[in-house]
């Protein structure tokens, strides 16, 4: 049943070690100090445009939960703490709250707290039929399609037929008329997929790379065998190779997100040239304690970018996004590999 897979994932998330032991590359991307910064920290301006609205900040709490009442709660603090601090949020997979009403206030909980945020929905790649649903249910600003292969084949109930997604989602795209975000689910997205995302209609991208959480392990720990979990744990592509792989392909908004844990590693992602970040799995963990250690955590992370951001002279995200990048090490040899110059980004003026 999905109500009660949906209440599995909430618990090992929350008890177990779900994270990738490889990293997110983000320690390769080094951002120029500036001793001459000519910026007043106090002016510095955070704010984006997301679809529209106007955010206090780049960061966005990524799909987490819903479909299963344990998860109203959760919905509820982070909702309020999006609402609160003028982030956007996402929710977990639509499909129990659309197929199952008793579920529905799982996620409309989500609005009801949250009436001015920016609010991501979340349906399947093959789920067409739940797309108007699902957009009515929260009066999204966006919707997120999930692609999620990886977690499908580990986990026991997985669908593996994988066919017919770029169909799908095109009909999705061509069919509302609210922005449709491509988001990955731990193991990134590649140039060549990236390409044709954009060319069906989407228009964001989600990386969600390795080197935060990994569905792989969660799945492992409700499969009897958990060897395949386990041999694919680390599968996927790094958030940071992932990052610019999908800028250099597409001319399309890109969120920057998996295993990004603070300001820092946020600013390194935007001055790659991301939009915006997101974070899901601290924000899942803050929210047992309530909105208000959630909204610190927000604050804290603003704190960080905006400390980054005077270090580098950056006024705003814009201005963060053309800083002078150095990228070494792992992260660098991948991306050579792929034909990608990175010397370019050290060479901005």
């Keep these: ?61 990524t799909a987490i939960t819903g479909g299963h009442p344990e998860s109203t709660k959760i919905n509820e603090t982070l909702a309020t703490a999006a609402e609160n601090m003028n982030i956007a949020m996402g929710v977990g997979s639509q499909r129990a709250g659309i197929t199952n009403p008793e579920l529905k206030e799982t996620f409309t909980v989500v609005r009801n707290c949250a009436p001015e945020a920016a609010i991501i929905g979340n349906i399947g790649a093959p789920q067409v039929e739940y797309a108007y649903d699902a957009i009515e249910m ?11 292969p990886l977690q499908e ?42 390409k044709i995302l954009e060319d069906i209609g989407v228009n964001m991208i989600d990386i969600e790379g390795v080197g935060g959480t990994s569905w792989a392990a969660v799945e492992t ?15 996927g592509i790094t958030t940071a190779v992932s990052t610019v792989e999908v800028l250099e392909a597409t001319n399309l908004p890109v969120i920057s997100s998996g295993g990004i844990r603070n300001g820092l590693e946020a600013a390194k992602a935007i001055a790659l040239g991301a939009d915006c970040v997101g974070m899901a799995l601290p924000f899942l963990k803050h929210s047992y304690l309530g909105h208000t250690y959630v909204e610190e955590k927000i604050k804290q992370f603003n704190r960080e970018l905006k400390t980054a951001m005077f ?36 060479r901005r003026i």
């Design 221 to 235: 720990y409700r499969a009897e065998n958990p060897s395949l979990g386990n041999l694919f744990w680390d599968w």
């Design 138 to 148: 929260l009066n999204c600003d966006a919707l997120a399609i999930h692609l999620n």
């Design 1 to 61: 049943m999905i109500s009660d897979r949906k209440l599995q994932h909430l618990e090992i998330c929350k008890n177990y070690d779900v994270e990738h032991t490889i990293t997110t590359g983000f320690e390769d991307i080094n951002l120029v100090h500036r001793s001459l910064p000519e910026v007043d920290y106090d002016e510095i301006d955070t704010s984006i445009d997301f679809n529209g609205k106007t955010l206090d900040s780049p960061l966005i709490i």
């Design 311 to 346: 270090l580098v002279g950056a006024e705003n995200i814009e201005q963060l996004q053309q800083k002078k990048v150095i990228i070494t090490g792992k992260t660098r040899e991948v991306l050579e590999q792929l034909e990608i110059d990175t010397k370019k980004f050290a």
């Design 153 to 194: 084949i580990i986990q026991p109930e997985g669908d593996i037929n994988a066919k017919g997604y770029v169909d799908s989602i095109s009909e999705i795209c061509s069919n509302v008329d609210i922005p449709i975000i491509a988001k990955e689910t731990g193991a990134g997205i590649s140039s060549q997929d990236a």
